[in-house]
């Protein structure tokens, strides 16, 4: 059932108020901190709170503004957008606290803006996923990416602003010289701006510049990362590892995917898609990305190398979910959306904490970690696991479905990009936990206050505080969990696709 | 066109007050010597005025074609002159843009300027009277005369009160460009007259009024002749490509409140909403491709100059001609988007320009200089005014959120129905803009702390932070919320989309 309510609003204020009271309470860390994590909690509660309403296939929306008759600043909460805020808003949550614990909760002005921006990054993220039309998307799209700059600069080292700007450059670039024609272009193709499911474009649209605008939209969504607008993921790692989170799990990425799923299932509509041969292009597209990333992680050692280059990759596999066009690969895509998010985070946590413990950042460094922290190594085992896409994890749960899929659409190549990249990427995790579990630990020379100058030592590892431990054990076992039991998700996403 | 007059709206002629407030004061000014009662009074002037015009603003009736507020007296009866004030949706708030601007104006000035300093709020107050007159009047002639008073408060803000050394010449150029586009205007205008003294109904005597103007089509052959002659004026005041030189010089040599009128009031583009298109749309829609082919090269032009500009001050005048290329771009759609897309344009580049030369002023009084040489760390130091500065940048750069974007997003909406290919193009513009406005706000305020000044400067004051504070916001809230300016306008731009639709088909058929 299609209602009017304010509940979606209320979802996009509460980051807002939050990030207010951020800046209130500026000096009195670390209540300026915990209003971030109630921001969260409340955020996490209003959208919980649509999920009866949306789904039996029902929207919530509410008008905010209108500008001319066709176009107006709506927001409508359906299954889709719900399980994107839904997974947003839970890891916000845990972001916040880890970065309490990795930063510390010094009254210094510029973990205020880290803390303010991060709360502005939901509100942006929750209006991405609530937004009933074209013009609303790209509004908040934008958002996303200004108020996500502050966070990609945010050690203010020439590196982190050099970084900064390329992010700036590639984002706003390609939405403004791609996405926002496209956005023009269905307007005038479509004479109108709004989601509908089954598509928008009339039976008598030109094929031919509806492929355009549909290549205009894959380049001009970088956030979505599909080569050859991808290179600004790698860049933005010169970011501290909660903010990394935050892009690769939380906000800006998934954003980015979830739009190339709208323009799919509610611009074009599966069918036209399928029909104008879109369907294939994008597998194309998202298979050559899937194998260049995989291989280039291969022969990184940087931790967040691999992780962003993997993240290119795990971004293709969704939209390689959706163009299967099939019911068992589009479910499989939504379902990767929210099970990487976990996943990935895990990941990010747990590279942070190895930093915070050891100032190591290299794949290589990471030998016998395992026993000097076992719990973030087991995370991290956890994560890896269900990015390569093994039972019991989520991963292979959606990577099962994206197999479904493939043979549901008979497209069998896909079959095979699917086995060699996970191979690709069983081949860049396991060589690093194999190394962490099974290596003698990295040694280093002894002290040289007098004593037996000659014997190397095992440095003393502990884990580092609950604050970045919890948030990572619990997004852990999210993933098993979600692996073992995800009926109830399963639900929400079949109606989400359609 | 009917008419709502004053007296049937708010029982007093606001119009003439809005024009004539600004002249007592300055009589006012005449009489007080004491350096700070001075400053005083003129901004209380200025504030009454800004009061004002926002009581015209919120009485006015939306949704309706009418002008309203009207006022008439007899002036030559046998010309058909008249003293004729009205505005309607597409002039209304222009009004309490130019007295915002006034304030902005003044309360910058307050210590910048030393010499001389009741000469130059009499000078700024004066320039007042004749905006506000041009966006008001509705007669013809007297639109002319203020247009004409406009130049003099101008020159001498720029001769006398202007900080580079050839600011002489700038002034100069300025007036004799500006002479050069009144006697264009005044054929025109005259033109327009005599041809409604021969159309059917006249009664064979003149007419100077637009209101009746507007109900008596011009002959196709006229229409061409009083296109070129007006466009060629408005374009000059715009100022449009190829008739921008006198802008730089004049915004570089010129005080910074000149600048702020002359970047942030573009009365070119007006000109074209408020007489061309409404009076000679059958030529306005022939030559419709000329305009957008003009509009495009200053949006590329203007902004691969402003790109390599090292002052604040020359990069604005870049920009502002790109922007007035963009809302050509929008004029010569010729559909509702398009015109609603370029008047929202402009209204956001006299809050956008006000805001960065707000901002210029308070790096100036910090630093010193507004040389990007100069500069570099701000932020640092200064995090509310770099937040401040950042936020308009944003809103130069028609970010989604701000009040930028749904001027040139609804322009780009309307090119692209019209002239496809020339829209394809002007979106590059939004990326330069991008790119000049944000390698600007980097180079000012990130990177390392290169002076001792740098290293000393303080953030904003409270009353700098109020006056920054209510900028920032309203460009933000429009971004939200643009309907609150497009309600204004919708009625009257339909009403002028509806006088060029039919023009639409005539330039088809030939």
Redesign the interface.
């Given at each position: 059932m299609d209602v009017t309510g304010i509940t979606p609003l209320l979802a996009l204020l509460a980051p807002i108020l939050g990030a207010a009271g951020v800046v209130l309470l500026r000096h009195h860390p670390p209540a300026r901190e915990l209003c971030g994590v109630l921001a969260g909690i409340v955020q996490l509660g209003l959208v919980a709170s649509l999920v009866p309403a949306v789904r039996d296939g029902g929207t919530v929306s509410f008008t905010?503004?209108?500008?001319?008759p066709q176009a107006s600043?709506e927001l409508r909460a359906d299954a889709l957008g719900v399980v994107l805020a839904g997974t947003a808003a839970m890891l916000w949550v845990l972001t916040t606290l880890y970065a309490m614990g990795y930063f510390g909760t010094a009254p210094e002005?510029v973990l205020t803006r880290f803390h303010a921006c991060l709360c502005l990054t939901m509100a942006a993220t929750i209006g991405v996923a609530f937004s009933a039309n074209l013009?609303t998307l790209?509004?908040?799209?934008?958002?996303l990416t200004?108020i996500t700059y502050p966070l990609v600069t945010h050690t203010g080292t020439p590196e982190a602003?050099k970084g900064g700007?390329r992010y700036?450059a590639y984002q706003?670039?390609a939405a403004?010289?791609f996405l926002?024609?496209a956005i023009?272009?269905t307007?005038?193709t479509a004479d109108t701006f709004d989601f509908v499911p089954g598509g928008i474009f009339g039976p008598d649209a030109s094929g031919t510049l509806l492929v355009i605008v549909y290549v205009l939209y894959l380049l001009g969504i970088a956030k979505a990362a599909l080569m050859p607008v991808h290179s600004w993921l790698p860049a933005a790692m010169v970011a501290p590892v909660p903010v990394s989170a935050l892009l690769h799990a939380v906000a800006v990425v998934n954003v980015g995917v979830f739009c190339v799923m709208r323009v799919v299932l509610d611009v074009y509509g599966v069918e036209r898609t399928g029909e104008l041969g879109l369907g294939v292009l994008t597998l194309v597209l998202t298979s050559v990305t899937i194998l260049v990333a995989s291989l280039y992680a291969l022969r990184l050692d940087n931790l967040k190398g691999i992780l962003a280059y993997s993240t290119i990759g795990q971004l293709s596999y969704m939209m390689l979910g959706m163009a299967l066009l099939s019911p068992g690969g589009r479910t499989g895509a939504v379902l990767h959306l929210v099970g990487h998010s976990f996943a990935k985070i895990t990941l990010f946590f747990a590279v942070g904490s190895i930093y915070l413990a050891t100032h190591r950042t290299l794949a290589s460094e990471l030998r016998g970690l395992g026993r000097q922290l076992p719990w973030t190594m087991a995370a991290f085992a956890i994560g890896a696991i269900s990015i390569i896409g093994l039972p019991p994890t989520v991963g292979f749960v959606a990577k099962y479905f994206l197999f479904v899929g493939a043979v549901e659409a008979g497209q069998w190549a896909v079959l095979v990009v699917l086995a060699v990249s996970t191979l690709l990427s069983a081949g860049y995790y396991l060589r690093i936990l194999r190394s962490a579990l099974f290596d003698a630990p990295v040694t280093v020379p002894a002290g040289g206050s007098g004593g037996t100058a000659a014997l190397p030592r095992v440095p003393t590892i502990t884990e580092r505080g609950a604050l970045v431990l919890v948030p990572t054990l619990l997004t852990a076992t999210a993933t098993l969990v979600l692996g073992v039991a995800p009926g109830w998700l399963l639900d929400l996403i079949r109606v989400s696709i359609g | 066109m009917n008419e709502i007059t004053a007296a049937e709206q708010v029982g007093f002629p606001i119009l003439s007050t809005l024009v004539f407030l600004p002249v007592v004061m300055i009589v006012a000014l005449g009489f007080i010597r004491n350096d700070r009662a001075l400053r005083r009074t003129a901004l209380a002037g200025a504030i009454a005025v800004l009061g004002v015009s926002v009581i015209l603003a919120v009485q006015f009736q939306r949704g309706t074609t009418d002008f309203q507020f009207g006022e008439q007296l007899p002036w030559v009866e046998s010309m058909g002159l008249s003293y004729h004030l009205a505005v309607d949706g597409v002039s209304v708030l222009f009004v309490p843009l130019t007295a915002l601007l006034v304030v902005v104006v003044m309360l910058s000035s307050w210590t910048s300027v030393q010499h001389q300093p009741k000469a130059y709020l009499m000078a700024v107050l004066a320039f007042e009277t004749a905006a506000i007159g041009v966006f008001t009047a509705v007669d013809l002639i007297l639109f002319f005369v203020f247009w004409e008073l406009m130049l003099i408060p101008t020159y001498v803000l720029i001769k006398v009160w202007g900080k580079g050394s050839q600011r002489g010449r700038a002034a100069l150029r300025y007036v004799l460009a500006m002479l050069l586009g009144s006697a264009a205007l005044l054929v025109g205008f005259v033109l327009l007259g005599v041809s409604y003294r021969s159309a059917p109904g006249s009664g064979g005597a003149l007419s100077f009024d637009l209101l009746v103007l507007m109900e008596t089509p011009v002959p196709v052959g006229t229409q061409t002749a009083v296109f070129f002659l007006l466009g060629f004026a408005f374009a000059l005041k715009a100022p449009m490509f190829p008739f921008h030189g006198w802008m730089p010089a004049a915004l570089l040599e010129g005080p910074i409140g000149m600048a702020v009128f002359l970047a942030g009031l573009k009365m070119g583009v007006f000109g074209f909403l408020r007489f061309v298109l409404p009076l000679v749309p059958d030529a306005f829609a022939a030559w419709s491709w000329l305009v957008a082919v003009l509009g495009v090269v200053a949006v590329l032009y203007g902004a691969l100059i402003a790109l390599v500009q090292p002052d604040l001050r020359r990069l604005l005048a870049f920009a502002s001609v790109s922007h007035v290329g963009l809302a050509m771009l929008g004029l010569s759609s010729l559909n509702a988007?398009g015109l609603?897309g370029a008047l929202f344009l402009i209204m956001n580049l006299g809050l956008v320009s006000t805001g960065l030369l707000l901002a210029a002023g308070f790096v100036h009084q910090r630093i010193g200089s507004t040389d990007l040489a100069a500069l570099g760390g701000l932020a640092q130091r200064t995090?509310a005014l770099a937040t401040f500065t950042l936020v308009v940048c944003?809103g130069a750069?028609a970010?989604?959120?701000t009040s930028g974007?749904?001027g040139e997003?609804?322009i780009?909406?309307g090119a692209?129905?019209t002239h496809t290919w020339l829209?394809?193009i002007a979106?590059?513009t939004?990326?330069l803009s991008?790119a000049y406005m944000?390698v600007f706000f980097?180079r000012a305020f990130?990177?390392r702390i290169r002076s001792k000044i740098v290293e000393a400067a303080a953030d904003l004051r409270p009353r700098e932070m109020l006056a920054a504070g209510i900028l920032g916001v309203t460009i933000v809230a429009l971004?939200?919320?643009?309907?609150a300016m497009?309600g204004y306008s919708s009625a009257s731009v339909d009403e002028l989309v509806g006088r060029l639709g039919p023009a639409i088909t005539v330039a088809a058929e030939d």
């Open positions: 905010l503004s209108t500008f001319l600043i002005p013009i790209f509004l908040f799209y934008e958002v200004v602003i700007r700036l706003l670039g403004i010289a926002l024609p023009v272009l307007y005038i | 988007q609603q995090p944003l750069i970010l989604p959120g974007f749904a997003f609804l780009l909406l692209f129905g829209a394809t979106v590059t939004v990326i991008a944000l980097e990130h990177g971004g939200f919320f643009p309907a497009l």
